[in-house]
């Protein structure tokens, strides 16, 4: 227990990959059960992350790399996305970091502030670092519901 | 990974059929193609989204420069057929409080 099983992507910070990663979280999210909707808000909240590193990390896109790593848990997914092309170690990382606070106005919003929203709305956890490069951290639970708890569970018949 | 952009335009109307995935590699093309439609005067702009697998914010920014536009040229935008998460990235934005936004209803038309 409490071991997790850990995968890392690199890919150029040019926007024609985003889509290879979408492709690689849907079968790592498909194999751990999430459902199709969960799936597809990860898709998402994923590409929102990338998307803002290959058009704001590198003064201009395709210059420098993106490192995605996925932490495989029993009950949760959690993707890091980090725009120095670095390698990283999941738990130091994860000590370093803090918790996210929108602070956009809503005219910012309106005007192309969607992305951080999006992760925000359809992640369960989302902490931003950006002291080196920018890190964001994103994690979404297996649906709770899904468990089958064979004690004290009320049947609905 | 790709987005096919197919316009057909009559006088009054254009039809935008929208085949593929919007995303940051794919939004300047749709940009590109549908924000001239809109600077047409009184162009009725239908865009079909039952071919869209994946939309995210990129594709959200065309939209919403598009219905700028419209409003600017007294043209006007209407999406259909979108799935219904697609729909729901519109609905979460509060972006069908703006946008002439219609979801695809199972078996048939909306």
Request: no cysteine; proline share 2%.
């Amino acid at each position: 227990m409490g071991g997790f099983d850990f995968i890392e992507m690199k890919i150029p910070a040019k926007a024609e990959y985003v889509g290879v990663v979408r492709l690689t979280l849907s079968g790592i999210a498909g194999r751990m059960g999430f459902s199709y909707e969960d799936i597809e808000d990860l898709k998402i909240a994923v590409s929102e992350a990338i998307t803002n590193s290959v058009t704001h990390a590198y003064e201009g896109p395709g210059k420098g790399e993106i490192t995605i790593g996925f932490g495989v848990y029993e009950s949760r997914l959690e993707v890091m996305v980090a725009d120095r092309g670095e390698s990283f170690n999941l738990n130091e990382i994860r000590d370093d970091i803090g918790p996210f606070n929108n602070t956009e106005s809503v005219e910012d919003l309106r005007e192309g502030g969607f992305g951080l929203f999006l992760i925000n709305t359809l992640m369960d956890k989302v902490q931003i670092n950006n002291k080196y490069g920018v890190i964001v951290l994103m994690t979404k639970y297996l649906d709770e519901t899904e468990v089958d708890f064979n004690d004290n569970q009320v049947s609905g018949r | 990974m790709n987005l096919t952009v197919n316009v057909e335009q009559n006088k009054a109307r254009a039809f935008v059929k929208l085949t593929g995935e919007i995303d940051v590699y794919t939004a300047p093309n749709l940009k590109e193609k549908l924000l001239p439609l809109t600077k047409i005067q009184n162009q009725v702009i239908e865009v079909d989204f039952s071919g869209v697998s994946y939309m995210d914010s990129t594709g959200l920014g065309v939209f919403v420069s598009a219905l700028k536009s419209t409003k600017e040229n007294s043209s006007s935008m209407r999406l259909v057929h979108l799935d219904e998460r697609i729909y729901r990235v519109f609905r979460i934005t509060g972006l069908i409080e703006i946008m002439d936004v219609h979801r695809a209803i199972k078996g048939g038309e909306e």
